[in-house]
């Protein structure tokens, strides 16, 4: 049973369109985290929210942005979508820190730019 | 990515035999995670690693911070072992977790 909620489960869309992806997790987290895995299935930390803060911030185009409105929702907004945006996007939580930080995935959602 | 290294890239076993994944760091590492990636794209978590040693079931993995690697341990393979096998290295500095780029394992009857 998952408690990491991601929506839409599948995305198409045309290259200058603007998504934007959900995340939800009931675990009572206190961090989230934006992964995007390629087709060659590598998975690349995008973003990092910490009790509504950013902490990590990898060099992704500006055209991706997060949005958090509390440490249960993180948000994935893409501007603009791009070819090269086809990939599976990927919601964790986590505590911070300490020995109890592990990692729980949502089960994904596949965007496919045309 | 080239901080954590996963080896090897693919894998196929017999059912019922056994094996070993195994990551490297190039990066300080305090803890590591284990997944299983099935063929839905949901990400299983197998272990949480400090420096040490889990088992659960037919899977042990090992955690050796001073020589920066750590082990999975497949025994009496299933079927359903098979899928993409991720670690996941999480630094002192508590940056977000860095993942090796998979192990495709494939268990044939």
């Known amino acids: 049973e998952t408690a990491v909620f991601q929506t839409p489960n599948y995305h198409v869309t045309q290259v200058g369109n603007e998504v934007s992806f959900n995340c939800k997790q009931t675990?009572?987290?206190?961090?989230m985290y934006w992964y995007k895995q390629d087709s060659k299935k590598l998975l690349k930390i995008m973003f990092s929210?910490?009790?509504?803060?950013?902490?990590v911030n990898e060099t992704v185009p500006r055209r991706f942005s997060p949005q958090s409105s509390d440490k249960a929702h993180l948000n994935l907004r893409i501007k603009s979508v791009e070819p090269e945006d086809s990939a599976v996007y990927l919601c964790?939580?986590?505590?911070?820190?300490?020995?109890?930080?592990?990692?729980?995935f949502g089960p994904g959602t596949r965007l496919l730019v045309l | 990515g080239d901080q954590v290294k996963q080896s090897p890239s693919a894998l196929s076993l017999q059912e019922g035999t056994n094996s070993a994944l195994r990551c490297n760091f190039s990066?300080?590492?305090?803890?590591v995670q284990w997944f299983l990636q099935n063929p839905r794209g949901s990400l299983m978590n197998l272990f949480y690693?400090?420096?040490g040693t889990k088992e659960n079931g037919r899977l042990k993995s090992t955690f050796n911070s001073k020589e920066s690697y750590s082990t999975l341990h497949i025994r009496d393979a299933q079927l359903e072992d098979s899928g993409t096998y991720f670690c996941?290295?999480?630094?002192?500095?508590?940056?977000?977790?860095?993942f090796g780029a998979g192990t495709k394992l494939t268990v044939k009857p």
């Open positions: 964790a939580s986590s505590y911070w820190g300490g020995h109890q930080d592990t990692q729980y």
């Open positions: 675990l009572g987290h206190d961090t």
């Open positions: 929210y910490n009790n509504k803060q950013l902490i």
């Open positions: 990066i300080a590492t305090t803890t």
């Open positions: 690693l400090v420096p």
């Open positions: 996941a290295a999480r630094g002192n500095n508590n940056n977000a977790p860095r």
